[in-house]
């Protein structure tokens, strides 16, 4: 109860501060809404190149000496401030040992999400807002849900540029990106799709693969599919998480699934049950 109501004196203060390109853990905002503005961002720009960017054992390696520096901007307050100082202290019994963490975040604590989105605030979003952009020669954004991250730019050189400032900036934060999940690479619409051909590039983002299909009227459009089965049935069942109509939105701001959403899951999940 404690840290639920140190979360809301928090959320109070950096919800004033958090970039809209923040989706993970935020009131009024979901996995849903960063897939809906992912879509309508790649669509009006036609594609182009994706930069995934996995943090190895992020919520494991946070440094607290940096996570504290990135509070002493917002939060003064010391009684405030020794609680949270308190739970990152906190021993972790594991098989008849108490050990105190010198880096990370409470595994399952109420507060662990919100000081992941403080400390990636600091460390990315503002910096790529602020530093990165201004130096590129085309469009770019960034979307990203607690530590699962998406930076697209419409120019190759300035995809090239971003996968080489940024492994610096998480390093320069004792931060370490997956040597192989970490990828870049050219997500442009094609021309032309015919059936059977294969797919154009691909990525994974929310647990979900995103790629290009050729649409009922024959031409291309986006289309995603589960990340673990990729198949035809779940890639047409989780486009209705992908808006491309209003009847297709996946939550409204309650956070409830919309009808078409919801039978939609229901499809795919009896199909699953009847292949396994």
């Not at 739970?87 to 105190?100: I, N, P, S």
């Not at 797919?199 to 983002?205: A, I, L, M, T, W």
């Not at 649409?215 to 491309?244: F, H, Q, T, Y």
């Amino acid at each position: 109860m404690l840290q639920r109501a140190v979360a809301m004196v928090l959320e109070a203060v950096y919800e004033q501060d958090f970039r809209r390109c923040s989706y993970g853990f935020r009131p009024g905002r979901s996995a849903h809404q960063a897939l809906q503005d992912l879509q309508r961002r790649l669509m009006t720009m036609g594609g182009g190149w994706v930069y995934e960017v996995d943090i190895q054992g992020f919520f494991d390696t946070l440094n607290h000496g940096d996570l504290r520096r990135c509070l002493d901007r917002r939060v003064c307050d010391g009684v405030l401030r020794r609680t949270i100082d308190k739970w990152l202290k906190a021993g972790v019994f594991d098989r008849g040992q108490v050990t105190h963490p010198e880096g990370g975040t409470p595994q399952g604590g109420v507060l662990s999400p919100l000081l992941a989105n403080i400390y990636l605030h600091e460390v990315l979003d503002v910096w790529f807002e602020a530093v990165v952009t201004p130096r590129l020669k085309g469009p770019a954004f960034l979307i990203r849900y607690a530590d699962d991250v998406i930076i697209v730019c419409g120019r190759e050189v300035d995809a090239r540029y971003v996968a080489t400032v940024v492994p610096k900036r998480f390093g320069h934060y004792a931060l370490t990106l997956h040597p192989e999940k970490t990828r870049l690479h050219p997500f442009r619409r094609p021309r032309t799709l015919t059936a059977g051909e294969q797919k154009p590039g691909s990525f994974d983002f929310l647990g979900l693969t995103h790629g290009w299909r050729r649409s009922r009227r024959g031409g291309v459009g986006r289309g995603i599919a589960d990340g673990e089965r990729r198949s035809e049935s779940g890639a047409e069942a989780c486009e209705c998480l992908v808006p491309g109509t209003p009847a297709r939105g996946a939550r409204r701001a309650t956070g409830r699934p919309q009808p078409q959403t919801a039978r939609a899951l229901r499809v795919l999940g009896n199909h699953r049950k009847l292949r396994s």
